[in-house]
């Protein structure tokens, strides 16, 4: 426990692959005067949207999400899925204790559902051991890893996490999605070896919410070498794809890519998939070198970290149906929203201040993620979470921004 104690006090150094970006963005504005009143209503002859530049009007905390059970988790990510008509919280690392206190061990990732949407700080495991079980399970080479004594007393192991949210699977009446993950080695609170990212299908019983995540591909489908496609944001367009945001490791820092795949088709099979060239063109195959000097695109949303693209066509600006919020690669604790015609973009992503602070004690803020479902987008009022380092393992809080809309 004590060598498990000194690893996480460099929890942060989690997320710092992606590595730092440029100071490239555009000047931030001022922190807003936060509000601990819920925000007014604002009422429009004609849908209003998001006006641009943002302007961020009031802050209104909701706090630390949390579960109901005696026991406690200390977790972060916090990304928020819907499928069978429920709404579930996938977190990443989830530090198990007892009602007493007892330390139980640490889950790689796991989620929980959210009774009531209205209720978005509120989200409940459905096992009712105090150590949660994995939503992306193991394998038996990776659990034997990770069980090794060796591994077990320098704190080496093998995690998967998933940052990209949900594709549904058509014709599967809204039960079925595939979900990307993020393998990677650890040793402490260091992340050491990436190796690779994996695709998932998940199934959710809509009577009981009950829901399970089957890896039904070879592992990995994307080897660890270039881009980490699928690894930051997945998003289902009005065209018939499936648009894939993806980082890479700290080699590469900055750059962002973008994949393609139709959203009817096996997202196990890599030849379904397409990958964006520079000058806009998709093709089936890459190959390196990667960054300004290789012939992808690496620039789509260039030094972005976590975040969600939304299709919002009747909030975003005019011709800009696709919204970004999200947070820089370099942990600067700060919200950025951007704007752009296609997934690809081109993007306008303005800095808007640094994340309020939950709690007595306040750490970089990272895993920024909006949550459409939890949202007044009618009002400029948007649910939106993120992580906080400033506790050992970390917590997942949550606000509704209220931006101008007009």
């Known amino acids: 426990m004590d060598k498990f104690k000194s690893a996480l006090n460099d929890f942060k150094d989690k997320f710092q692959h992606p590595q730092p970006q440029p100071n490239n963005q555009p000047t931030p504005q001022p922190q807003p005067t936060l509000s601990t009143s819920p925000p ?8 209003p949207r998001l006006k641009w530049p943002p302007k961020l009007l009031t802050t209104h905390i909701l706090g630390e999400i949390r579960d109901p059970s005696p026991h406690t988790y200390h977790r972060d990510i916090g990304r928020s899925i819907q499928l069978g008509h429920h709404t579930y919280y996938i977190f990443g690392d989830t530090f198990c204790f007892s009602s007493s206190g007892t330390f139980k061990g640490v889950t790689n990732n796991s989620i929980a559902h959210i009774p009531d949407p209205h209720h978005p700080t509120k989200s409940r495991y459905l096992s009712h051991s105090a150590k949660v079980p994995e939503f992306i399970p193991f394998t038996d080479p990776e659990r034997r890893f990770c069980e090794d004594p060796t591994n077990k007393a320098e704190n080496r192991r093998i995690v998967n996490w998933s940052f990209g949210g949900i594709v549904p699977l058509p014709r ?9 993950y993020d393998q990677v080695e650890t040793h402490g609170a260091e992340a050491v070896k990436q190796n690779g990212i994996g695709v998932a299908k998940v199934h959710v019983d809509p009577l009981t919410a009950a829901i399970h995540c089957h890896r039904t591909a070879p ?10 496609w699928g690894n930051i944001s997945n998003i289902e367009a009005p065209d018939g794809y499936t648009y894939l945001l993806s980082g890479v490791g700290k080699e590469l820092g900055l750059d962002n890519y973008m994949a393609r795949i139709r959203s009817d088709s096996d997202f196990t099979d890599r030849a379904c998939y397409e990958f964006l060239h520079k000058g806009g063109e998709w093709k089936k195959t890459y ?5 300004p000097f290789g012939a992808l695109e690496h620039t789509v949303l260039s030094g972005q970290g976590q975040g969600a693209i939304l299709h919002l066509p009747g909030f975003a600006p005019r011709g800009r149906e696709y919204v970004w919020f999200g947070c820089e690669k370099f942990p600067t604790s700060r919200l950025c929203v951007g704007v752009a015609e296609r997934p690809e973009g081109p993007w306008d992503v303005r800095v808007l201040g640094e994340l309020p602070g939950v709690g007595e004690k306040v750490g970089t803020r990272y895993c920024v993620y909006p949550h459409v479902w939890g949202s007044r987008l009618g009002r400029g009022e948007v649910l939106i979470s993120w992580s906080d380092d400033g506790r050992m393992g970390g917590f997942v809080a949550a606000a509704v921004f209220r931006f101008e809309v007009g």
């Open 40 to 47: 007014q209503d604002v009422t429009h002859p004609h849908p």
């Open 172 to 180: 599967s009446h809204g039960t079925e999605g595939w979900l990307f």
């Open 219 to 228: 592992f990995p489908l994307f080897s660890a070498d270039g881009p980490l």
């Open 287 to 291: 190959e390196p070198p990667f960054g």
